[in-house]
């Protein structure tokens, strides 16, 4: 089959808006495979760390996401062999992979890597820039989003059921910051295309949520 015809759904929005689990669930229902792009920046963010390179060392970054071996399991991700979810999924490791996800050559340097996950029976994906850049012809795009002050009572919660210690105000205030550094980046900056549906979950259950989503695929696939 060839990949212009594989469908693509691309959800695209800010950091804890829940589009990840969204977007992992959709993909379940529908037997697709699953990209979280997100995760792309962060395994490489962390690679850069541990290769000692300073995070805005543009060449040398381009250089090291090259060379990375990169595999996902279900929702194990693997770099260069080794599992790394847990240690690429801090909150720390979001706020360095929002800082080289600012670069340029580095978001070209990646783009490939996300093309390839595009393969039958289909994709579903999440990130900034699914629906704008990496695949711009999906045949649907989402904007999905909540309340600043709702995403850092998830991620509370998700942190404080994991075990973890956690912020409330210190979770927003970096949300915030990330937000606006996601944003205002000239690289493939967040944004809601004039293509994307918006899908406000503020008020939405996680199932409400994936429903919509598989409701837009069904209209958009009849339409194909
Ligand atoms: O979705 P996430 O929180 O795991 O993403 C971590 C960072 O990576 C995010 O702050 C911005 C960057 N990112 C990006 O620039 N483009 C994407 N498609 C996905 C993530």
């Known amino acids: 089959m060839s990949s212009v015809v594989v469908p ?5 929005g800010p950091s804890a808006s829940g589009k990840g ?10 037997g697709f495979h699953y990209l979280d792009s997100g995760a792309i920046y962060r395994v490489t963010a962390y690679a850069a760390q541990r290769a000692a390179l300073a995070l805005d060392d543009e060449p040398a970054l381009v250089v090291l996401a090259r060379q990375i071996e990169l595999r996902f399991d279900g929702v194990e991700v693997f770099l260069n062999g080794v599992a790394v979810g847990d240690v690429v999924r801090t909150e720390e ?8 996800a600012a670069l340029p050559e580095l978001r070209a340097a990646l783009l490939q890597r996300q093309r390839d996950f595009r393969q039958a029976p289909g994709l579903v994906t999440d990130g900034r820039d699914m629906g704008s850049v990496v695949f711009p012809d999906a045949t649907v795009k989402i904007f999905l989003t ?3 002050e709702e995403r850092a009572q998830r991620r509370y919660k998700q942190l404080i059921e994991k075990g973890f210690d956690a912020s409330l105000a210190a979770l927003l205030q970096d949300l915030r910051e990330r937000d606006a550094r996601d944003a205002a980046r000239s690289s493939a900056p967040l944004r809601q295309t004039a293509d994307a549906e918006l899908l406000d979950t503020t008020s939405l259950t996680i199932a409400q949520a994936v429903e919509q989503v598989l409701q837009w695929f069904r209209v958009a696939k009849a339409t194909l």
């Open 8 to 12: 693509v759904i691309a959800i695209d």
């Open 21 to 30: 689990t969204v977007a992992a669930l959709v993909a379940r229902e529908l």
């Open 146 to 148: 909540a309340s600043a």
């Open 93 to 100: 490791a979001g706020r360095a992979a929002s800082q080289i």
